[in-house]
Antibody, heavy 123, light 109 residues
Framework: QVQLVQSGTEVKKPGASVKVSCKAS????????ITWVRQAPGQGLEWMGW????????NYAQKFQGRATMTTDTSTSTAYMELRSLRSDDTAVYYC????????????????WGQGTLVTVSS | QSALTQPASVSGSPGQSITISCTGT?????????VSWYQQHPGTAPKLIIY???KRPSGVSNRFSGSKSGNTASLTISGLQADDESDYYC?????????FGGGTKLTVL
């Protein structure tokens, strides 16, 4: 079955970086993009950006441009999201999700989602 | 890009129908029929239940339906069941970005 499995919980200090992984299985990795969404504790969903697994093109939400980097390793069907200069308000669950768009800038239809990775930023 | 506007909470009794609204602008919901809805139970990842405004992925109950009028999209759940108690989020394509609603908590009385 189609599945996205993410890396485990992270605890970071302010100013540090975190890199979350998302390993795909059950489908052809390069036929779909990957979108990243985060959810702060008790809050709603926030779109971070999209990456094409076909050509590596990316599209970041303005808020994360320059601070987030999305990459893929097609040899292992794994996507990565690195967030730098972490602040306390970056504390959230970070999700990857399969996106049908592999060209353009990403879509709005995310299915399925990974299980989520909790990133806690605290001194 | 501002978040789409959803009611914070709605409620209904088993067997009833409820509708959750999602109001955007002419830059997102109003310009594209590219609205999706997600169901999220506590502590779990969101699940896609509606896309392209009114289409259901395979395996999603036909008790879930979507529609759109102008800048407002809506999710209707008919024949409410206890397991429908969850958070629901709308999402819209907005050109080169994507915007989510703030979420609606559905309580089944």
């Amino acid at each position: 079955q189609v599945q996205l499995v993410q890396s485990g919980t992270e605890v970071k200090k302010p100013g540090a970086s975190v890199k979350v992984s998302c390993k795909a299985s059950g489908y052809t990795f390069t036929s779909y993009g990957i979108t990243w969404v985060r959810q702060a504790p008790g809050q709603g969903l926030e779109w971070m950006g999209w990456i094409s697994t076909h050509n590596g093109n990316t599209n970041y939400a303005q808020k994360f441009q320059g601070r987030a980097t999305m990459t893929t390793d097609t040899s292992t069907s794994t996507a990565y999201m690195e967030l730098r200069s972490l602040r306390s308000d970056d504390t959230a669950v970070y999700y990857c999700a399969r996106d049908p768009e592999i060209y353009g800038s990403g879509s709005y239809r995310f299915d399925p989602w990974g299980q989520g990775t909790l990133v806690t930023v605290s001194s | 890009q501002s978040a789409l506007t959803q009611p914070a909470s709605v409620s209904g009794s088993p067997g009833q129908s409820i509708t959750i609204s999602c109001t955007g602008t002419s830059s997102d919901v109003g310009s594209y029929n590219l609205v999706s809805w997600y169901q999220q139970h506590p502590g779990t990842a969101p699940k896609l239940i509606i896309y392209e405004g009114s289409k259901r992925p395979s395996g999603v109950s036909n008790r879930f339906s979507g529609s759109k009028s102008g800048n407002t999209a809506s999710l209707t759940i008919s024949g409410l069941q206890a397991d429908d108690e969850s958070d629901y989020y709308c999402c819209s394509y907005a050109g080169s970005s994507v915007v989510f609603g703030g979420g609606t908590k559905l309580t089944v009385l």
